[in-house]
C-alpha cells in the first residue's frame, strides 16, 4: 500500500556532499514524522536526523551542523542534505516515515531498502 524509496547515494571524497531524497507513495493520508537513518557494516542501525510533519528537527550528535533534513509535505518527501562528509559516514542511508494510510486512523512505520554512501579518506 505504501511504498518509501531513496535515491541520491554514491561515492564522494572526504569533504564533499551529497543529497539524498525519500519519496513515499500509495495510498497515504497523512504522514508524521519522517527521518533519516544509516548502518555502518557491523554496527547497528541509528538515527542520523528526523523531521516532524510540522517541521522541527533533530540530529545525531555526530552530524550536527553538517547534515540538514528538510520535507516537502506536499511531495511526500524528505530530503538529507550532507556537507562535509567524513569516511565515518559511511554507511547504507535508510528513509523511515510514519505513515496514516488512508482509511485508517493510526500511523504504522515504513521504511525504503537503503541507498549507500560511501566516503573515501
Known amino acids: 500500500q505504501v511504498q518509501v524509496v531513496e535515491s541520491g547515494g554514491g561515492w564522494v571524497q572526504a569533504g564533499g556532499s551529497l543529497r539524498l531524497s525519500c519519496a513515499a507513495s500509495?495510498?497515504?493520508?497523512?504522514?508524521?514524522?519522517m527521518g533519516w537513518y544509516r548502518q555502518a557494516p557491523g554496527k547497528q542501525r541509528e538515527l542520523v536526523a528526523g523531521?516532524?510533519?510540522?517541521?522541527?528537527?533533530n540530529y545525531a550528535d555526530s552530524v550536527k551542523g553538517r547534515f540538514t533534513i528538510s520535507r516537502d509535505n506536499a511531495l511526500n518527501s524528505a530530503y538529507l542534505q550532507m556537507n562535509s562528509l567524513r569516511p565515518e559516514d559511511t554507511a547504507v542511508y535508510y528513509c523511515?516515515?510514519?505513515?496514516?494510510?488512508?482509511?485508517?486512523?493510526?500511523?504504522?512505520?515504513?521504511w525504503g531498502t537503503g541507498t549507500l554512501v560511501t566516503v573515501s579518506s
Open positions: 523511515n516515515a510514519d505513515v496514516i494510510v488512508a482509511g485508517r486512523f493510526y500511523a504504522l512505520p515504513y
Open positions: 500509495g495510498s497515504i493520508s497523512r504522514i508524521n514524522d
Open positions: 523531521i516532524t510533519s510540522g517541521g522541527s528537527t
